[in-house]
């Protein structure tokens, strides 16, 4: 790992164990009372966070943005020569950015959190790796299942086109649809397969709700209001998963959050999403 700063974080290269390497950006204290590590949703840049991060560092938690492979900062991109799926990203690339989260922070409690499909992950790899989570912080997320989104036909068709439209292109055309980023064909099919059978499984791991039914630990999960993208039902549909967990639920409306209440106006203004976890973090942990 080779450190390095900008304005407004520090930056440590973190290379996985294949050799894929992308840039980890630290915001926080160097001694914080606790830290979150934060994956982001599906096709967005680490640094599209920093504001997210500054204003948690702000209240007494460092973040650690992790890059998801193919995004932003990462060297590869996914191609017909390039492809991976959920496997690579749990067992790679997250461990290897939280063991670089921890070599900065050794001495405070890490949590784990996420936006959207980065939820959905946390909530994964916690069920893998209970010891390593303190807790969970979830955002505008929830299990992305067909029958728990309103036109869910619509919903059900696109799982259905979208390893098709992978297939056809080498990688899923994201940024061309306007949809996620340009991922690996492998993700798209291993997130398709969730959305059509409501249950989370990988290529090369199999199951991967066993761990989930029993971790124990704190969660907290907010809900935007008018986020069709993470309506009430896909949230439940995810918690469900974490029976043994003490889950918090919010729902932060546009009064609150002076502007939209939707799956991305959150990140612009992020102050009252931030001033929740950190009540949250203070009264469960």
């Known amino acids: 790992m080779d450190a390095g700063s900008n304005d407004a974080a520090r930056v440590v290269r973190v290379t996985a164990a294949d050799g894929a390497a992308s840039e980890l950006l630290l915001v926080g ?100 790796h209970p010891a390593q989570v303190a807790g969970l912080v979830l955002v505008a997320s929830g299990a992305p299942y067909w029958r728990n989104f309103r036109h869910a036909w619509l919903i059900g068709a696109a799982y259905a086109a979208a390893p098709v439209l992978a297939a056809l292109f080498g990688h899923f055309p994201g940024r061309r649809i306007g949809f996620g980023g340009n991922e690996a064909r492998g993700v798209i099919r291993d997130w398709a397969r969730s959305g059509r059978t409501g249950r989370y499984a990988a290529g090369g791991m199999g199951d991967l709700e066993v761990g989930m039914a029993t971790f124990a630990a704190p969660v907290l999960a907010l809900r935007l209001r008018d986020d069709w993208l993470g309506p009430a039902a896909s949230l439940e549909w995810l918690l469900g998963k974490l029976p043994g967990a003490d889950a918090t639920r919010g729902v932060l409306a546009p009064e609150v959050l002076h502007g939209p209440a939707d799956h991305f106006g959150w990140m612009k203004s992020p102050q009252p999403v931030v001033a929740r976890i950190a009540r949250w973090a203070d009264d469960a942990l």
């Open 29 to 128: 204290a160097t001694a914080p009372r606790r830290w979150l590590y934060w994956l982001p949703a599906m096709g967005v840049p680490a640094r599209h966070y920093l504001p997210f991060a500054e204003a948690m560092a702000a209240c007494g938690i460092a973040v650690a943005l992790h890059e998801w492979r193919g995004i932003g900062s990462s060297e590869r991109r996914a191609g017909r020569q390039q492809d991976w799926g959920y496997r690579v990203l749990l067992q790679q690339d997250v461990p290897a950015g939280l063991a670089a989260a921890r070599a900065a922070w050794p001495k405070a409690p890490g949590l784990l959190g996420g936006h959207s499909l980065g939820g959905q992950l946390a909530c994964v790899y916690a069920g893998l």
